[in-house]
Nanobody
Framework: QVQLVEYGGGLVQAGGSLRLSCAASKRSLNFYTMGWFRQAPGKEREFVAT????????DYLDTVKGRFTISRDNAKNTVFLQMNSLKPEDTAVYYC???????????????WGQGTQVTVSS
């Protein structure tokens, strides 16, 4: 069992930055693909970014490429999402997830955090 907790959400003006962290407990994340997803009010949950267990492969939602960066520190059992040049349309609850298979599909991830709210004002 993996327990995930997200940190770092908040309110920021458009053009600003936030750094989300996802800390794991009870089990090492070293062999898990990690992903970030988000869900805005009235919308379905969508993929944002993913990183392989080694950190050697990453993938992003097209609309966040060049603005968001996913990274991980396996020694600290933590995954990060650096978000720059934020836009109002980035407003959502952001979730981190862990799974055994690299990919962008939510149902391939077995473990989920409780989510952290990110609000970008215009």
């Amino acid at each position: 069992q993996v327990q995930l907790v997200e940190y770092g959400g908040g309110l920021v003006q458009a053009g600003g930055s936030l750094r989300l962290s996802c800390a794991a407990s009870k089990r090492s994340l070293n062999f898990y693909t990690m992903g970030w997803f988000r869900q805005a009010p009235g919308k379905e949950r969508e993929f944002v970014a993913t990183i392989s267990y080694s950190g050697g492969s990453t993938d992003y939602l097209d609309t966040v490429k060049g603005r968001f960066t996913i990274s991980r520190d396996n020694a600290k059992n933590t995954v990060f999402l650096q978000m720059n040049s934020l836009k109002p349309e980035d407003t959502a609850v952001y979730y981190c997830a862990a799974g055994p298979v690299y990919g962008v599909i939510a149902n391939r991830y077995n473990y989920w955090g409780q989510g952290t709210q990110v609000t970008v004002s215009s």
